[in-house]
């Protein structure tokens, strides 16, 4: 079964730094991939997805993220965060013969400084 | 237009009583899913349906029953609330099968079992 890890459970960046969020993954090909984003109080809001091809993608918001076969990894990054960045930040995966079912990582919460 | 909207947002329960949690969604989406959302574990599966009158069991479906009587309606049960139901529930649907098909999120069910 596909797992997902995301290592840091909290990360404070000062506002207008660079982010960088890791995931990494288990799954024995090339699984689907996507981050969501949760603020506080709400629901959780697709940022980006990795399905096949150029292996870095562009989100919303001004996220991207790189996905590395080698490492099983699928970090997400932003150039300069701004303080409304903060929220939890979820790397799901998904495996065809799964079905619709996603794996979600336990979750980043970014915290900005300002 | 409302997406994915959630029923109610927040309750209290005593442990025995029962209550239904609902999802309804507009976007005419075949796939809807129940999740909970526990701190340090991301989101588990609970219960999903792939059309109306189908459901089918996620990762943790133990206490817990759903129907989907309407196509644009899921609905959660509880029977007989326990403290380890404490959690936050989310419901989600997406328009096809398969692991590449985004999930639309509602903002979420806070619920609490004392």
């Known amino acids: 079964a596909q797992s997902v890890t995301q290592p840091d459970i909290h990360i404070t960046v000062s506002e207008g730094a660079s982010l960088e969020l890791r995931c990494n993954y288990s799954?024995?090909?090339?699984?689907?991939l996507f981050w969501y984003v949760q603020s506080p109080g709400q629901g959780l809001q697709l940022l980006l997805k990795?399905?096949?091809?150029?292996?870095l993608v562009q989100g919303i918001k001004g996220f991207e993220a790189e996905f590395k076969r080698s490492q099983s990894s699928f970090n997400l990054r932003k150039p300069s965060v701004h303080w409304s960045d903060a929220a939890e930040y979820f790397c799901?995966?998904?495996?065809?013969?799964?079905?619709?079912?996603?794996?979600f990582g336990a979750g980043t919460i970014l915290r900005v400084k300002s | 237009n409302a997406g994915v909207t959630q029923t109610p947002k927040f309750r209290v329960l005593k442990t025995g009583q029962s209550m239904t949690l609902l999802c309804a969604q507009d976007?005419?989406?075949?796939?809807m899913y129940w999740y909970r959302q526990d701190p340090g574990m991301g989101l588990r599966l609970i219960h999903y349906?792939?059309?109306?009158?189908?459901?089918a069991k996620g990762e943790v479906p133990d206490g817990y029953n759903v129907s989907r009587l309407k196509k644009q309606n899921f609905l959660l049960g509880l029977e007989s609330a326990a403290p380890s139901q404490t959690s936050v529930y989310f419901c989600?649907?997406?328009?096809?099968?398969?692991?590449?098909?985004?999930?639309?999120f509602g903002d979420g069910t806070r619920l609490s079992i004392l």
């Open positions: 799954y024995g090909a090339t699984p689907y």
């Open positions: 976007m005419n989406h075949e796939y």
């Open positions: 989600a649907s997406s328009y096809g099968w398969g692991a590449d098909q985004p999930q639309h």
């Open positions: 799901a995966v998904g495996a065809p013969e799964y079905g619709n079912k996603l794996v």
């Open positions: 990795y399905f096949s091809g150029d292996t």
């Open positions: 349906s792939v059309g109306e009158g189908t459901t």
